[in-house]
């Protein structure tokens, strides 16, 4: 999206980057001068490189399921399923590090793929479902529920935490786009700001009535794959798996609507059923998330920018590629906070921030990112 | 302020000795001279600031009156110039009073904190709370708290460490060939997230007793707050205050650009790092007595600037501003929700959040307000 903005930029001055005006449709054209086609040119490229991130993501999940503070063997792994006896390893690695792993590679696809549609949507190079203050709407609505309905079970109060996402996100992007001249990056991360830490007041108001609710949820803020368990995966499953075929189905909408409000209308797009959609997938694929594993920020922000770079800003590359990146990220972050302070633990939110942050000021400071 | 001859708004004034009317800055603006001293008067500037002084103060007694054991404003009053019954005194000098100094002084050093980073960011939607530079005081207090306990003193150095650092990082990471304010503001929120994985990572890490008195610290409040926490804040504003004022004159120069203020004699770079952190000072005196109590900084320079009409914010209603506004909100957060008591950072955070966006709803593109 840094491209695309700086793009228009580039359009209002007309001054850098002479119009490569080919025989191509426009639309093909637009999309090569956003920023080009990334690091992998060709469809094969492209294809191969995806196969080859699915390979490291399946080595990166073994590694996950065997280091830790009890260190497994394969053959352990392989005996936990096809020998079950009911040993200590057996549950450790059937009960706690394999959903553990799963929960990685879901929450992970979930946040990549909503960063994704976030910035597309939005077209804002800063999009992300924690900076928008998705995630603090259903971590308050989690603790509603937690607090107010006794809910345990991760179904009970996943679909609060949809509610609170979904409310969150509107607000968010109301008061965003809302005023003279419309959405800007600065404003919708200031409106995130604002939702966040009103949401975040709130929250605090809640819990501090309630010791034991304190104590759960000062766990659960920090963002861990730890309370994922073998029941609350499956649960998850079917909210996530809808949230990203529907972004999926999205792909070709988005290159679209990447190309401008009226542009995109003119080409017979109906944009309100696209960023609907979009929100709808995003709501699913966040809420969830969050409710799977608390508020797990940077990864929707960083991974499709690294995605970009590699496969350019076609969706169609873009929401698979990140779907595979976001959970090799999210599990090595894992990794490294249980390596890091043996034999405690980093959680992995604390490391995604550490990590992240970072990433996203490199990002500010780059000049692309028109008006910064 | 030694060389009056360069102040470009100066240009326009009558002979020094006596208070004249400037053409340039308007009939309401007074120019009080003495020898090489001047000092700039905006009279609606400070009308307001003592409408809003009387206000806090007519805030404070009431905040003395109410609560759990009731009492007339003859009593508070009594009690105050000394000569009330035992059991009032010892509830309004000994119990409310500190709390309602800590309320005003708090106020009052987040306002000024506040007023001064929207100007220098040239951005009204900035404050210490949203760049990060509270986050900062935050972290290094729930770091004190966590592993040393944490008495008065030790808490409030900490959260100055932490912040003066903060904002350190915050100017040396927004700076590319000056800073810009929107730069900032994307940074400071970065900074911001970071460091509340940090905070967050500490909070798992302490005794669930230790956890829920640095979670309340974090919220911000004002409960049990007694003399040393007076001193601190007044202390703070005693010597930051002036300093602040005295900032403020380049931050006129600096609104007509970077560019422009460095013409005209005043070394940009410099005056934005004494402003920053003089912000980052008052912020974190404010927090370590009271925690990061939440939209206050943002806040009462804009309502300033709504009754003023759009000039620039003077630093004094401001601070006025903000102690009433506290005081307000602490009235509320002790009285309003019957026998349970809600820290005055939630009930702050409820107030402000609403008018944050609704601010935010009417700037243009860049955030800057209408």
């Known amino acids: 999206m840094a491209d695309r903005t700086a793009e228009h930029t580039a359009d209002r001055h007309a001054t850098t980057r002479p119009e490569p005006r080919s025989a191509r449709p426009p639309a093909r054209t637009r999309t090569a001068r956003a920023g080009g086609p990334g690091l992998l040119g060709s469809s094969a490229a492209r294809s191969l490189g995806l196969v080859a991130a699915l390979a490291l993501l399946a080595g990166v999940a073994m590694a996950s399921v065997l280091i830790g503070y009890q260190r497994f063997t394969l053959e352990e792994v392989q005996l936990a399923y096809a020998g079950y006896t009911g040993s200590d390893t057996d549950l450790v690695i059937r009960h706690l590090r394999v959903p553990r792993t799963l929960a990685g590679i879901l929450v992970g696809a979930a946040l990549g793929v909503a960063g994704v549609l976030v910035q597309g949507v939005t077209r804002n190079p800063l999009g992300d479902p924690g900076l928008l203050g998705i995630n603090a709407g259903a971590a308050l609505a989690a ?38 001249d419309g959405s800007s990056p600065v404003k919708l991360a200031l409106a995130g700001a604002a939702i966040s830490a009103l949401l975040g007041s709130l929250t605090s108001a809640i819990v501090l009535q309630d010791r034991a609710t304190l104590d759960e949820y000062r766990f659960w803020v920090v963002g861990s794959l730890v309370g994922a368990d073998s029941t609350s995966v499956p649960q998850a499953l079917p909210f996530l798996a809808v949230g990203l075929v529907l972004a999926l189905a999205l792909a070709r909408p988005l290159n679209v609507v990447a190309l401008g409000d009226d ?110 | 302020m030694s060389r009056p001859t360069q102040k470009p708004d100066a240009a326009g004034t009558e002979a020094t000795g006596t208070p004249g009317t400037s053409t340039v800055l308007g009939t309401a603006t007074r120019v009080l001279r003495s020898g090489p001293l001047s000092l700039r008067v905006y009279a609606p500037s400070v009308l307001l600031g003592a409408v809003l002084s009387a206000l806090a103060a007519g805030m404070a007694v009431l905040s003395l009156a109410l609560g759990d054991f009731p009492m007339g404003v003859d009593q508070v009053v009594a009690a105050l110039a000394g000569h009330g019954d035992p059991l009032t005194t010892h509830v309004v000098v000994d119990l409310r009073l500190p ?62 460490v932490g912040s003066v ?82 900032l403020a004159r380049p931050l006129g120069l600096l609104q007509l650009g970077e560019d422009t203020a460095t013409a005209l004699g005043n070394r940009a770079v410099l005056s934005r790092g004494a402003l920053l952190f003089t912000s980052a000072a008052l912020a974190a005196m404010a927090t370590a007595v009271a925690g990061p109590v939440a939209f206050v900084a943002l806040v009462a320079p804009q309502i300033v600037r709504r009754l003023l009409r759009g000039r620039a914010v003077g630093l004094f209603p401001a601070a006025a501003c903000g102690a009433l506004l506290v005081a307000v909100a602490d009235l509320i957060a002790r009285t309003a929700f019957g026998g349970s008591e809600l820290p005055v950072g939630v009930v702050t955070g409820i107030l402000g959040a609403p008018y944050l966006l609704y601010l935010l709803a009417r700037s243009n593109r860049s955030g800057r307000g209408g």
């Open chain 2, 165 to 246: 650092t903060t904002a350190l990082l915050l100017y040396l990471l927004a700076y590319r060939r000056g800073v810009s304010g929107q730069r900032l503001v994307l940074v400071g929120i970065a900074v911001t997230a970071m460091l509340g994985a940090v905070t967050s990572y500490l909070l798992t890490r302490a005794e669930i007793g230790t956890a829920q008195r640095a979670m309340i610290w974090i919220t911000g409040s004002l409960a049990n707050r007694d003399w040393p926490h007076v001193a601190t804040i007044l202390i703070a504003l005693a010597v930051l205050a002036p300093v602040a004022f005295a």
């Open chain 1, 143 to 180: 603790v509603l529920a937690i607090s107010f309905f006794g809910a345990t079970a991760l179904l009970g109060y996943v679909g609060f935490a949809f509610v609170g996402a979904a409310l969150a996100a509107c607000v968010v992007h109301t008061v965003g786009s809302l005023g003279p």
């Open chain 2, 99 to 160: 709390r309602v100094l800590t309320a005003l002084g708090v106020g009052a050093a987040l306002a000024i904190s506040g007023g001064l980073l929207q100007r220098l960011a040239h951005n009204p939607l900035v404050s210490p709370d949203i760049i990060g530079v509270s986050a900062g005081a935050t972290t290094a207090a729930v770091l004190v708290i966590v592993l040393f306990g944490g008495s008065a003193v030790t808490i409030a150095s900490g959260a100055l």
């Open chain 1, 263 to 372: 542009l995109a209308r003119s080409l017979g797009t109906r944009l309100w059923l696209v960023r609907a959609g979009s929100a709808l997938a995003v709501v699913l694929l966040a809420g969830t998330a969050t409710a799977l594993a608390g508020p797990i920020g940077f990864v929707g922000v960083a991974v499709p920018h690294i995605a970009r770079a590699l496969v350019g800003p076609d969706h169609r590359w873009l929401l698979p590629w990140s779907a595979v990146l976001a959970p090799l990220l999210l599990l090595v972050a894992d990794i490294v906070g249980r390596v890091v302070v043996r034999p405690e633990e980093l959680q992995v939110g604390i490391v995604t921030a550490l990590i992240g942050a970072p990433f996203f000021i490199l990002l500010v400071r780059r000049r692309k990112v028109a008006g910064l």
